[in-house]
Every structure is written in structure tokens, then in C-alpha cells.
């Protein structure tokens, strides 16, 4: 059963355009939500965050909603560069809990020139 | 600042011999995280520690994988006999406030097995 989804496991933009990444939870006790960022042959690298007392969190390029009643989370990179090309994973966690973090299987994005 | 070492970063081996995935975690995090990924499950949590003690091993595949921090700067995971089906990329990550806050990752072990 799996509690993070990205359920498109690749998207392809334009450069200069924006890139929309979607996430979908199912445990409605996942109080924080991360997204990494994973180039090929290196580890995830923390990207952004959000927490659930919030709806939406920017940082320079990256934005994150959080769409709670939907338990829905995006990631919204604008413009979209070529270094941007990589796997974007989605994570929530239960603070209150003892799990963890939870990871959505990823979403290839690759920026075209 | 160092982030989160692993070595080795790649590991060949043959179907039945023992293997030993090293961690070196981000100094100062107090919780430590195995993690596997196969283009089937994507990262899969095995095991995490929290000042060095095994919290959760739940997500250990089975008995021939076990895993130890015998102190706040070094983790190893052991799998003993490893098997093809162990082929995966393992990355160890590190967390300064526990276990459901940012964690950092390392570059990863790819393990082939043969």
C-alpha cells in the first residue's frame, strides 16, 4: 500500500517554462513533506520542505503547495533550467509517528533545451 | 562540511560471499538511515538508529541482512550470504532532530551481485 504517490514517472518541459511535479498522500496523519532532488550516481539532496499548518513555502525558483483537503502536494520550478533535469522524489512524514519518512517512487523530469 | 560517506561507492561481488556497506553520518545528527532502491520499489527504508540504537529494523528483508552503529560516526550494513537479488543502490542518510525531519543522503553503494 502505498501512502506517497507521483504517479507520472517522467515529464518533459522546455526550458524557460514552468514544471509542475505532483504528489498524492493517503495517511492523513503526514504532517511534513519534503521534496528531493536525485542526480544519476549521487545521493538525494533535500530541496524544500513544507509543513502542514502552511500551503504553500518558495524558495528562489521552487515552490511547494500543500493542498491538504485534496491531500495533495506540487512542486512548481519556474523558469525551468537544464540543470533542473533529474529525478524528484516526494517524502512526507507523521512527526507524532515512529515511521519515518515516506518516499514516493519519483519523477524523472527532463528540461528541454 | 562533509556531508553524509559511504563506501565503497560501487561493490561487485559473487552470489553467496558476505558484503559490508560503510556509513560515516554527518557529525552532530543524532539518526541514521539505511536505505535501498530498486527501479521496482523505489527507496525503501531498511533500518534507522537514534543516538546510535536500532529504532525500527522492520524493513530489513530478511536475516541475512543485519546493520550496527557501534558509535555516533560509523554505521555498517552487512549482508551474509548476499544473493543477485540484492542488487540495488543503498544509501545511507543522516537527520540532526530524529527521524521524521530533512535527512541528508550519501552518494550511495551500487551492489551487483552475481
Known sequence: DQQVKQNSPSLSVQEGRISILNCDYTNSMFDYFLWYKKYPAEGPTFLISISSIKDKNEDGRFTVFLNKSAKHLSLHIVPSQPGDSAVYFCAASDRGGADGLTFGKGTHLIIQP | ?114
Open chain 2, 1 to 114: 562540511d562533509a556531508g553524509v560517506i559511504q563506501s565503497p561507492r560501487h561493490e561487485v561481488t559473487e552470489m553467496g560471499q558476505e558484503v559490508t556497506l560503510r556509513c560515516k553520518p554527518i557529525s552532530g545528527h543524532n539518526s541514521l538511515f539505511w536505505y535501498r532502491q530498486t527501479m521496482m520499489r523505489g527507496l525503501e527504508l531498511l533500518i534507522y538508529f537514534n543516538n546510535n540504537v536500532p529504532i525500527d529494523d522492520s524493513g530489513m528483508p530478511e536475516d541475512r541482512f543485519s546493520a550496527k552503529m557501534p558509535n555516533a560516526s560509523f554505521s555498517t550494513l552487512k549482508i551474509q550470504p548476499s544473493e543477485p537479488r540484492d542488487s540495488a543502490v543503498y544509501f545511507c542518510a543522516s537527520s540532526l532532530r530524529g527521524f521524521a525531519d530533512t535527512q541528508y543522503f550519501g552518494p550511495g553503494t551500487r551492489l551487483t551481485v552475481l
